[in-house]
């Protein structure tokens, strides 16, 4: 016989977003039964952010020792320890783990089932030898890399972000389909570590970007060795000569492309397959599952979160989402998602943080819009640092409302943040103008950015003769 449970709340995933929801559904003490098939922590913990930045970061020292020379010091071509620099990804993971066990929540008064969830009807979940009933449920499982169309990959080894990091050895020639946000932040990262890497992107690189910023990033990349292939259709793939070979097409012809290892960065696909949705009376389709604006199924018991509900895939989505859900499920109080006031940032270097609309669709919601510019070239420490090219565009209304910001450049990933602070409380170029930047930093350049804007203030005829008129008055 099921063993019945009658929670609050049943969440099914453990990844960022299920997490959120069930800490602080038991932080005010609420029932709450959280499944999870996989591992705890999710795709973000294990597979994404966390093993993506460590691996980031070590090829970020080697290519500060190769750059050493600029700064008068000489240390040679860096020497990559593939395999410690593996376990010092996998020590990373290691430590941050326990804060997303199963043990430390079960701690705070969560029931962690470890089995795949299904929907028998509308308020009924199966797992294992339960039958969950519970108030609300808030899916919240996440996604899984996308795997294209490819005749002849079936037959053809392959990696994703789920087994890149725990390959043994250093790629000689890793051949990367899919010039996104991971695409591009692993080519940059395995060419500095000594890897040769080739991308191949059908449409254009980092396509969502402002084109101007992206060129920056494009060209840093380029610079350091990478080949980029745009606009370019992969025709077929095959095993060859103990690699991989690429079968393409572009404008220039066919050609193809030899490598050693192929990884597919080529967007992610929701994991949502297993969940008997229909069951349940929840509409869903290949993108993810279809959510209102407060991210409510169509059966008015469930939420779907994160991933799950398609749009922005971030980990950062995946909290904002388990605050709403949480504010509607405990306070009673409405919400709505509001993805304008989300940033988005590609951990390359330089790198291109966004929040907020882009110049053409500012314009399209808000009229006339201007943009205030600031090129990182103009900032001391930038030049200190040799941090290279860079650009920061502003946007904002007629009244000087900040609507959205773009920046390309070192530590653009930290500086959108008072851009996107800015953006969701509707603060305009005069808090920026106004507050006090310390020297020498990078938050300067959005300070001096804000402060052009006002530039053409000083050559105004209007505002010279107020001023000659009060000099005249001593």
């Avoid at 016989?1 to 969440?11: E, F, Q, R």
């Avoid at 949705?277 to 939420?303: C, E, F, M, Q, W």
């Avoid at 910001?405 to 106004?434: C, P, Y």
């Amino acid at each position: 016989m099921a063993n019945v449970l009658n929670p609050d709340i049943c969440v099914i995933g453990g990844g960022a977003a299920g997490l959120s929801v069930a800490a602080g559904a038991a932080a005010f003490g609420v029932p709450v039964v959280l499944i999870e098939r996989g591992r705890m922590g999710g795709d973000c913990l294990n597979f994404g952010c966390v093993p993506s930045k460590a691996l980031i970061a070590a090829a970020k020292h080697a290519q500060a020792i190769r750059a050493a020379e600029e700064f008068g010091i000489s240390a040679g071509e860096p020497l990559i320890d593939y395999e410690r620099l593996q376990a010092r990804v996998h020590a990373v993971i290691g430590e941050i783990a326990p804060h997303d066990s199963a043990e430390r929540f079960e701690s705070l008064g969560v029931k962690v089932i470890a089995d795949a969830a299904r929907f028998i009807d509308e308020r009924t979940v199966a797992v294992g030898d339960h039958l969950i009933r519970a108030r609300r449920f808030v899916i919240a499982t996440g996604s899984s890399p996308a795997v294209p169309a490819i005749p002849g990959l079936s037959d053809t080894p392959y990696l994703t972000n789920e087994t890149l990091f725990d390959l043994k050895r250093l790629p000689e020639h890793l051949v990367i389909v899919g010039a996104g946000p991971v695409g591009l932040e692993m080519a940059q990262a395995y060419r500095r570590l000594g890897t040769r890497v080739t991308v191949v992107e059908s449409g254009k690189a980092l396509s969502r970007g402002d084109p101007e910023l992206v060129a920056i990033v494009l060209e840093a990349i380029r610079a350091e060795g990478t080949v980029l292939y745009e606009e370019t259709a992969i025709l077929s793939v095959e095993r060859h000569a103990g690699g991989v070979r690429l079968h393409c097409e572009n404008a220039q012809g066919r050609f193809f492309i030899d490598g050693s290892d192929l990884l597919l960065a080529a967007g992610r696909a929701p994991n949502h397959a297993s969940l008997d949705l229909d069951a349940a009376g929840i509409r869903h389709d290949a993108k993810g599952i279809a959510v209102g604006p407060d991210l409510r199924t169509s059966n008015r018991r469930a939420y779907a979160i994160g991933d799950a509900a398609g749009g922005l895939q971030f980990t950062h989505v995946a909290s904002y989402h388990a605050r709403l859900v949480l504010q509607q499920i405990l306070f009673r109080l409405p919400a709505r998602e509001d993805r304008g006031i989300v940033p988005r940032v590609t951990f390359t270097d330089p790198e291109l943080a966004e929040v907020g609309p882009g110049e053409a669709e500012a314009r399209e919601k808000f009229g006339r819009v201007d943009v205030a510019r600031w090129d990182f070239s103009a900032n001391d420490r930038a030049r200190t640092d040799g941090l290279g090219r860079g650009l920061i565009k502003i946007t904002v209304t007629r009244r000087g409302r900040i609507v959205g910001a773009a920046i390309a450049g070192a530590g653009a990933g930290e500086m959108i943040n008072g851009f996107a602070f800015a953006v969701a409380n509707r603060l305009t170029l005069k808090h920026f103008r106004g507050y006090v930047a310390p020297y020498p930093t990078l938050s300067e350049i959005g300070k001096q950015a804000s402060i052009s804007y006002y530039g053409p203030m000083a050559r105004n005829p209007l505002v010279r003769s107020v001023i000659g008129m009060l000099r005249y008055f001593g």
